[in-house]
């Protein structure tokens, strides 16, 4: 419940609500002035200055990368970051 409360609050944003799950909110507003400057996911998840929270937002998009391709008949190459971020809270 928490978890979806994040999601919608942060627009749907996967790393935002990951961030904010495992290192709370604040801190995620304070990263979003500081450290998110650059809005490509890959960027955004390298910028994050918790190790802790870094490793674990990389282990849950991997995870939903992997998931989404096992149970979809696509490519890799189909699965970018900005539509796994889209559409992981539908698996």
Not at 50 to 57: A, D, G
Not at 67 to 91: H, P, Q, R, V, W
Request: one cysteine or more.
């Amino acid at each position: 419940k928490y978890f979806k409360q994040l999601f919608e609050k942060y627009d749907r944003n996967l790393i935002y609500t990951l961030s904010a799950y495992n290192a709370g909110e604040s801190r995620v507003k304070n990263w979003k002035d500081k450290n998110f400057k650059n809005m490509n996911p890959l960027h955004m998840i390298e910028s994050i200055p918790f190790k802790e929270t870094r490793m674990y937002v990389k282990l849950i998009v991997r995870n939903v990368y992997f998931y989404k391709l096992l149970t979809e008949s696509a490519t890799a190459e189909a699965f970018d970051i900005n539509t796994l971020c889209e559409t992981a809270f539908s698996l």
